[in-house]
């Protein structure tokens, strides 16, 4: 952990998944409150001026005001690290000058997930992969993504089961949250008694993505796991928390109590004393109909990390084929939560410390 507390910014503090990184940086303890940037149509607002969370805006930044900068001016104003709520397309080269100007860049954009100089990273899964973090000269940043909203859930589910089963191919089914699409979103005529089952690249980056993240590193790169994910990608009427069904295929016949425990004795970064990390991060239903987006999507403790748990239930073993559900907060865990995880890991492993070259 670095001796003071970084200059932060959040970049699209006005959106959706901006708001949650304002939320789980207010009063973080291991960095500064955040520069809140925006884009010129919302400069000059406060934050609870354009406030769309459930919950009231954070009394430490309620009143703070959104600005429109660029990556010159957030770097000689101090900023250490970013969080980047931008949208694909624009994110990219933004997060890369920032990184340029020496800015170390947690992103929940697509734009840099395939380019392998940046790690795609969920710290319960693959926490080594952060060491793969290359800066080719001294002074510049790190550049670190998180993962599609939906495979930040399926691999916290999947990650202790691959000892156990070594599966042989994973199917899995989507039922995917409102504010996954954004603000405003999918219009409320479109979705009002409908389910839409189509999710523009969702599943195509569900697959990628989710073979990547349970790959294995070799050398400086990444070799994915090699079985097929199968996924089917739809969009339902509930505001947070997807849903997904799974269906795991495998050779193995372990016991049904062997498969619980493994989730219920997963618990990687115990002892880390990350402040946004669950403990523990997969948390077993009994009851046959849950878990639910309306009961689950919060779940997770210490209370910084509410959110940040994953919820499986459901459970049904009959081998070849493993069934469950699972449910994860799509802007938590699938979004701002799992990037402000990853600075965390970064920091407690002095990757944000400014003369590392």
């Not at 990444?222 to 505001?239: D, G, H, I, N, S």
Request: a positive charge; charged letters at 20%.
């Amino acid at each position: 952990m670095t001796s003071e507390r970084p200059a932060t910014a959040i970049l699209g503090a006005s959106g959706y998944v901006g708001q949650h990184f304002a939320r789980l940086l207010d009063e973080h303890p291991w960095f500064a409150p955040p520069l809140l940037v925006s884009s010129e149509r919302s400069e000059g607002r406060s934050l609870a001026d354009v406030w769309q969370l459930a919950e009231a805006p954070p009394a430490g930044l309620a009143q703070e005001r959104l600005r429109a900068c660029s990556p010159a001016r957030i770097a000689r104003q101090g900023v250490r690290v970013v969080f980047s709520a931008l949208p694909s397309g624009l994110a990219g080269p933004t997060e890369l000058e920032l990184r340029r100007r020496g800015v170390a860049v947690f992103s929940n954009a697509a734009d840099h997930r395939d380019d392998p100089r940046f790690p795609l990273l969920v710290p319960e899964v693959n926490a080594p992969r952060l060491r793969l973090a290359r800066r080719p000269s001294r002074g510049q940043g790190l550049l670190v993504t998180n993962p599609n909203c939906s495979a930040a859930g399926l691999v916290v589910a999947l990650a202790p089961l691959l000892p156990l089963l070594r599966p042989t191919a994973v199917h899995v089914s989507t039922y995917q949250a409102l504010s996954g699409a954004g603000y405003p979103g999918v219009p409320s005529l479109a979705i009002a008694d409908n389910v839409v089952p189509f999710i523009r690249h969702e599943e195509e980056k569900l697959a990628r993505e989710t073979s990547l993240l349970l790959g294995r590193n070799v050398g400086t790169r990444v070799r994915p796991l090699p079985m097929p994910v199968v996924a089917q990608c739809a969009r339902v009427a509930t505001r947070d928390g997807h849903l997904e069904a799974v269906t795991v295929v495998t050779d193995r016949t372990p016991n049904r109590a062997a498969i619980e425990d493994a989730w219920r004795s997963f618990d990687p970064l115990a002892g880390r004393g990350l402040p946004t990390a669950p403990s523990p991060p997969v948390l077993v239903h009994e009851q046959e109909d849950r878990p639910q987006p309306l009961r689950d999507r919060w779940a997770g403790s210490p209370a910084r990390a509410r959110g940040m748990a994953v919820s499986v239930g459901r459970l049904r073993w009959e081998p070849p084929y493993l069934r469950f559900f699972l449910l994860a907060h799509n802007a938590v865990r699938g979004g701002a939560g799992g990037s402000v995880l990853n600075a965390e890991l970064a920091c407690a492993e002095r990757l944000l410390e400014r003369d590392r070259g």
